[in-house]
T-cell receptor
């Protein structure tokens, strides 16, 4: 099992560019989510999905799009990157049962110039 | 609404001192789960413990112990005889019926030799 994988590990963008952060899991988990981590603010939920075809917004969804066409993949799209989106992004997956342990990917460090 | 508060932004101790990291949470649900994660300088998130709302028994694992008190909505984490390798950012997180895992802002622990 690879667990939760994220690509790329590092990315530098210019303001206005678009890109997709990839997240994949091989544990057949229904629930997947994206977080961003900024200094002093902990991890904040961007978007989440409870299954293929179902997505919803978290605490800080503006500027990000997601889709979930398969159980395994949950890409995060930045349509027009802004410097405020400079952050470390974590993807997580778990079963949907209440206390299911979330598994986190290694993170993607994104810098927007 | 869910909320997790870690009021201690940064704590500095000398090796072998005991240190307690505070976590206070808010939720309207009667069934919920609490987590602690460690984030070492390398950046990955390391799971430490999970607790459900029906189990108030304190837990000890080696030098780590957790004190869960529903009456004060707190889930505090104590490291006994701290070591330099304990230096990291520690996050408390809450998951209730909404499936979302909500994090506190984290406490940076520095253990000096």
């Amino acid at each position: 099992n690879a667990g939760v994988t994220q690509t790329p590990k590092f990315q530098v963008l210019k303001t206005g560019q678009s890109m997709t952060l990839q997240c994949a899991q091989d544990m057949n988990h229904e629930y997947m989510s994206w977080y961003r981590q900024d200094p002093g603010m902990g991890l904040r939920l961007i978007h989440y999905s409870v299954g293929a075809g179902i997505t919803d917004q978290g605490e800080v969804p503006n500027g990000y799009n997601v889709s979930r066409s398969t159980t395994e993949d949950f890409p995060l799209r930045l349509l027009s990157a802004a410097p405020s989106q400079t952050s470390v992004y974590f993807c997580a997956s778990s079963w949907t049962s209440g206390g299911a342990l979330p598994y986190f990917g290694p993170g993607t460090r994104l810098t927007v110039l | 609404a869910q909320k997790v508060t870690q009021a201690q932004t940064e704590i500095s101790v000398v090796e072998k001192e005991d240190v307690t990291l505070d976590c206070v949470y808010e939720t309207r649900d009667t069934t919920y789960y609490l987590f602690w994660y460690k984030q070492p300088p390398s950046g990955e998130l390391v799971f430490l413990i999970r607790r459900n709302s029906f189990d108030e028994q304190n837990e000890i694992s080696g030098r780590y112990s957790w004190n869960f008190q529903k009456s004060t909505s707190s889930f505090n984490f104590t490291i006994t005889a701290s070591q330099v390798v304990d230096s990291a950012v520690y996050f408390c997180a809450l998951k209730d019926s909404s499936y979302k895992l909500i994090f506190g802002s984290g406490t940076r622990l520095l253990v000096r030799p």
